[in-house]
């Protein structure tokens, strides 16, 4: 059993090397691609779904992006990173009021984590 651990391990690093370089060359569809591997192993990788929900909404896929930051906020509802990125798609939606909501709410996980 710790080999199979070991070998996804190694797996979704491998992986999450790919997205980066595919993100920084620009070359989003093999970023998301990379993602969403990632994600058939570690399904409630929060991180990752956000990641992916920025590598999508770069392409212009809010409504995809959206439920990427949802799904990534209800695995970890302490993730402020998801919260921004769903207030950023709200606001471009025109739909304030959540978005700031989303913004405060982000702003308040941030400050937790800081101790303020």
Do not use: W
């Not at 070991?6 to 797996?11: A, H, L, R, V």
């Amino acid at each position: 059993m710790i080999k199979i651990k070991d070998s996804q391990t190694k797996e979704v690093d491998k992986l999450m090397q790919l997205t980066r370089k595919y993100y920084q060359e620009g070359n989003l569809k093999q970023a998301e691609i990379a993602c969403k591997n990632i994600l058939r192993i570690q399904k409630k990788d929060f991180i990752t779904l956000n990641n992916l929900g920025c590598i999508i909404k770069e392409q212009g896929r809010n409504d995809e992006a959206l439920q990427c930051f949802v799904k990534s906020i209800n695995i970890n509802p302490s993730y402020a990173k998801a919260f921004y990125n769903l207030g950023t798609i709200l606001h471009e939606k025109k739909q304030l009021d959540e978005a700031i909501e989303y913004f405060k709410n982000a702003q308040k996980k941030v400050e937790k984590k800081m101790g303020r």
